[in-house]
């Protein structure tokens, strides 16, 4: 009879739990079963891993052979089993020391050959290796991706048979390594720059406020009027992602089923789905669950075109996660939370034609009509979006190539970057994620602009959640101003972000 226990990990979200694998050797007819909730994909190993181990020259146990993959209610999903599956019927029958097994972990697909193949969620495991306090030996394939992690210990290895090698010492496991880095800075798709923007003032004023307090954006204004050239502007304002914030983006990235770029690091996502994307694309589904566009947008901006044309229930999906930042996604059986922590920037029409307010009066389109029009964005979702801006068509002379161009991006930057330098040194988030209690100490208004709000408040019909964002609003304006309090000014240009969009109210 032999025993062997082999340290993996399973995908759960962007959580790896650990998952023993453990291995038994008995009498009996020769037999393999695999047990401990595994999908098709795992009980299918058993072939992938016969044929590797033969390939590598090692023998397979002509014995009964038991794999059980604890804790057993938890689903195990995949390859990323072979490798310890592997490993582990190899110490069983006593072909590798079972004690150099301890102190590591393994993931890794096997072809037929023995060759090991990249899976998904390496970063996740690697993170949760560490805080273990083990080792991690992943296929080389995804070893610019475990090495994102700079202080794990990851090994890689090309076949079964270097693996074996390396745990008995012939040969050692070489460290992962991080794949070159082209550049820093703004996301290299997304770097079209500020400069390039011609007029559109307030526009491009409110793009700044949102940059510096992380707050949403939506943009209404005929056709183009260049909503989406100043949407696409947004990352190239915001600041490099920093370390813990890079490592989320690319634990998500990494188990989304398409895999993290190692050479995106640190920059910060870019998402625009189609207006035809179901609520499932954006909140994330499947079994097992995987994340959607509003968590692969998670540190970086998520941007809504013909906001209006959206399906309703995706558009309400995005309720919860614009408050909490986290979303859960529950399927038969199975759930996932993933973060959803991203920047939303909304674009549409004025009205079903597109130029209602525009000075040729082309637009036919009724008071009723445009109600209609708007009423299919929900009044709750209006109510979380904190910048509601209205634009205008520029006319011919703004557009010529002889105009002298605006501010750049990365003048820009530098205040974006010292307004939120100002917010983390009063020891709080970003002003759109205050608290009440942080809000109500950053945002301390005097008796003149208390009674303005008040009044707006009334006349406006805003909400308590609406009132609360014209404050953050307003402390934002108030830190690019480098002002330690919140002046009449900085609240007035806060509400004229709340105003009605279009004619008919909301």
């Given amino acids: ?5 082999v340290h993996s990990r399973a995908r759960a979200g962007i959580a790896a739990p650990p998952v023993q694998v453990e291995v038994h050797l008995s009498g009996g007819l020769p037999s393999t079963q695999i047990v401990g909730l595994p999908a098709a994909a795992v009980r299918e190993s058993r072939d992938r891993v016969r044929a590797a181990i033969l390939c590598a020259q090692f023998e397979y146990p002509q014995r009964r052979i038991t794999i059980n993959l604890a804790p057993a209610d938890l689903p195990k999903d995949g390859g990323r089993f072979d490798l310890p599956i592997a490993l582990g019927i190899l110490a069983a029958s006593g072909q590798i020391d079972r004690d150099a097994l301890a102190g590591c972990e393994f993931l890794g697909e096997l072809g037929l050959t023995g060759e090991l193949r990249p899976i998904d969620g390496v970063l996740p495991a690697v993170l949760a290796a560490t805080r273990a306090g083990r080792r991690l030996v992943v296929p080389a394939g995804s ?3 475990a090495a994102l992690a700079r202080d794990a210990e990851a090994y ?5 048979l270097e693996a074996c090698a390396g745990l008995g010492g012939q040969t050692p496991l070489p460290r992962a390594q991080a794949a070159p880095v082209q550049g820093e800075g703004p996301n290299p798709g997304t770097a079209a720059d500020m400069a390039d923007v011609r007029g559109q003032a307030q526009a491009r004023r409110a793009l700044e406020i949102a940059a510096a307090g992380g707050h949403h954006l939506l943009m209404s204004g005929p056709p183009g009027c260049g909503k989406t050239l100043l949407a696409s502007r947004l990352p190239g304002l915001l600041p490099e992602a920093s370390e813990a914030e890079a490592l989320e983006t690319a634990a998500v990235a990494s188990i989304s089923g398409r895999g993290f770029d190692p050479e995106r690091w640190r920059q910060r996502p870019w998402r625009a789905p189609h207006h035809g994307a179901s609520a499932v694309a954006l909140a994330g589904g499947g079994s097992p ?13 998520l941007f809504l075109d013909e906001l209006p044309e959206w399906n309703r229930a995706a558009l309400e999906v ?3 996660p614009l408050e909490s930042g986290r979303i859960t996604v529950a399927r038969a059986g199975r759930s996932a939370e993933f973060p959803a922590r991203f920047q939303l920037v909304a674009a549409m029409n004025p009205c079903p034609c597109g130029w209602a307010g525009d000075p040729s009066a082309r637009c036919r389109c009724t008071p009723d009509r445009i109600r209609q029009y708007w009423s299919r964005i929900s009044g709750p979702l209006l109510d979380r979006i904190d910048l509601h801006l209205a634009m205008a068509r520029l006319p011919p002379r703004a557009l010529r190539a002889d105009t002298p161009p605006g501010e750049s991006s990365t003048t820009i930057r530098g205040r974006v970057v010292a307004a939120q330098a100002r917010q983390h040194r009063r020891g709080g988030p970003l002003n759109a994620h205050l608290d009440s209690a942080a809000l109500a100490s950053a945002c301390q208004l005097d008796t003149r602009s208390q009674d303005l709000l008040e009044q707006a408040g009334e006349r406006l019909q805003l909400t308590a959640r609406s009132l609360h964002r014209v404050l953050r609003v307003a402390r934002t304006i108030a830190d690019l101003d480098g002002e330690g309090a919140i002046t009449t000014a900085h609240l007035a240009e806060a509400l004229g972000y709340r105003a009605p969009l279009h004619a008919g109210g909301r």
Avoid at 156 to 160: E, F, I, N
Avoid at 289 to 301: M, Q, T
């Fill in 1 to 5: 009879m032999g025993l062997a226990l």
């Fill in 143 to 145: 070893g610019a991706e």
């Fill in 156 to 160: 890689v290895a090309r076949t079964l």
């Fill in 289 to 301: 669950p995987r994340p959607g566009e509003i968590s692969l947008a998670h540190n970086g901006v």
């Fill in 318 to 320: 995005l309720r919860e």
